[in-house]
Nanobody
Framework: QVQLVESGGGLVQAGGSLRLSCAAS????????MGWFRQAPGKEREFVAA????????YYVDSVKGRFTISRDNAKNTVYLQMNSLKPEDTAVYYC??????????????????WGQGTQVTVSS
């Protein structure tokens, strides 16, 4: 059974940093894309970043480029999202997901087969 378990969310002041973790288990993810999405109250789920597990290739939404970094630790089967220079508009529930590495569809939630339960990130102004 595939499981994705996020952790690391919390409350931080604007300009601060957080690192989210996504521990993956239940299958081999070597050919998968691991993505981070977020959903703020009253808004649709939004793509944030993705990484190809095998090569480490990455892809980001423009609004987080230069502030967020996605990475993975193969030995720990864990994907990370380092978030720096956080802004109040980054406030959302952040979800980890696993799916296919197809660049043209990476930003679509429908590209992903497996999802974690989410972790809350709140950035105060």
């Amino acid at each position: 059974q595939v499981q994705l378990v996020e952790s690391g969310g919390g409350l931080v002041q604007a300009g601060g940093s957080l690192r989210l973790s996504c521990a993956a288990s239940g299958r081999t993810f070597s050919n998968y894309a691991m993505g981070w999405f977020r959903q703020a109250p009253g808004k649709e789920r939004e793509f944030v970043a993705a990484i190809k597990w095998s090569s480490g290739s990455t892809y980001y939404v423009d609004s987080v480029k230069g502030r967020f970094t996605i990475s993975r630790d193969n030995a720990k089967n864990t994907v990370y999202l380092q978030m720096n220079s956080l802004k109040p508009e980054d406030t959302a529930v952040y979800y980890c997901a696993a799916g296919r590495w197809i660049v043209v569809t990476l930003a679509r939630a429908s590209n992903y087969n497996y999802w974690g339960q989410g972790t809350q990130v709140t950035v105060s102004s």
